[in-house]
């Protein structure tokens, strides 16, 4: 049996080690030039770009920890607004620039995500979920509360990055960080670490079975996610020029769980791949629909239960089923790409729920065995 790695050529490699397919590697070159072709060069569409190249960054994190370990962390916008809180009061109060506030925003909000996940990592499911949105009311209201020091509902100025009316820049840097955290996000479900994310995620029980700690790997996941999400929420402080807690509240955090979700639960691309059709299409209901306060989250809980209905995984499981499975090589190579990266990681999966199957077998072998021997002395 020939076990021999593919050889590929240059592109190939670069594109693997990008974690990117062709086809993904030109729907980024499409995203680059956009602004630079009418009417996506017009101020206001280029401020929706950049709503949803955030909301697709903020997807790619979330999805990290609800795809990968099964945990919904509802309070995810209420780390984000840490980040954009910490970064902001450090460039106002301590003249620090904002791009290390922002960098200081992640760290910040990394800490805050392990103390919240030491707490909360311990339970399942919606317990998990619920205690950490309960984490993130509780930010939220220290946010308002803390006037003297967030300025609360008055909103806190913020000093801007670039010394520019134009939006450009802003949409040329959160494109770079929302390819940044993909490949991120990917490196890492490429690691031995990602896989044991995979088989905390499929089977815990098993996972811990097979020599998995998954109180320490779902700690892991969680930290890196919440981090993310707190060099984001800089990035939307120095943006935005204003910060209200309105930033912490829960209907954030549904706008972005329903773009993971309706992306397609797990495969990270997915919400990044529908977050500017779907922003754009919210954006345009918003704005002829202005007297219907709300009709956008009305929108994404519809969708959500459709797509749990019919299309559970999401726009991934349709472009998989449909459309990603072709005969013809060209297209098959535009739409998978070599894949070296993603094979081997599966097989790496595949082998570890292999092993812990074994596992399994054997100590089940080894519980009917001792009784036996004990009864024959």
């Not at 990968?68 to 607004?81: K, R, V």
């Not at 954009?84 to 301590?94: G, H, I, K, N, P």
Request: hydrophobic share 50%; net charge positive.
């Amino acid at each position: 049996m020939n076990n021999t790695t593919p050889i590929l050529n240059p592109f190939d490699k670069f594109l693997n080690l990008l974690c990117f397919t062709p086809l993904g590697l030109f729907s980024l070159v499409v995203l680059v030039v956009l602004p630079l072709i009418p009417p996506f060069d017009q101020e206001y569409l280029i401020r929706w770009l950049i709503s949803a190249a955030l909301i697709a960054s903020l997807s790619i994190a979330f999805d990290f920890t609800a795809g990968l370990i099964n945990i919904n962390n509802f309070g995810y916008c209420a780390i984000m607004g840490l980040g954009a809180y910490t970064s902001a009061l450090l460039a106002e109060r301590f003249g620090l620039t904002p791009w290390l506030g922002m960098l200081a925003g992640g760290l910040i909000a990394g800490g805050m995500g392990m103390i919240i996940g030491m707490i909360t990592l311990r339970l399942r499911g919606i317990f998990a979920a619920c205690l950490a949105w309960f984490f993130g009311l509780a930010l939220m209201g220290l946010a308002i509360k803390l006037v003297w020091l967030t300025r609360g509902p008055m909103g806190l100025q913020v000093e801007r990055l670039f010394d520019t009316q134009s939006n450009v820049p802003y949409y040329y840097l959160i494109l770079a960080m929302m390819t940044a955290v993909y490949i991120i996000c990917k490196w890492v479900t490429r690691t031995r670490m990602g896989v044991a994310f995979k088989a905390i995620g499929q089977n815990m029980e098993a996972a811990r079975t097979s020599g998995i700690n998954p109180v320490f790997y779902r700690l892991a996941n969680f930290v890196l996610s919440c981090a993310i999400g707190g060099v984001l929420g800089g990035f939307y402080a120095h943006y935005y020029g204003i910060l209200t807690p309105d930033i912490m509240h829960t209907s954030k955090t549904v706008e972005v769980l329903a773009v993971a979700y309706i992306g397609g639960r797990g495969s990270l691309w997915g919400g990044a791949a529908i977050a500017f059709p779907f922003i754009f299409a919210m954006e345009l209901i918003r704005s002829s629909l202005s007297n219907l306060p709300g009709i956008n989250l009305v929108l994404y809980g519809l969708l959500l239960i459709l797509v749990m209905i019919y299309y559970p995984g999401g726009f991934a499981q349709f472009f998989d089923t449909y459309i990603r499975k072709t005969k013809n090589k060209l297209f098959n190579y535009v739409l998978n790409g070599a894949s070296a990266g993603e094979k081997i990681s599966r097989q790496s999966s595949k082998r570890i729920m292999h092993d812990t199957r074994i596992n399994i077998v054997e100590l089940d072998i080894e519980n009917q065995i001792i009784p036996e021997r004990q009864s024959d002395n």
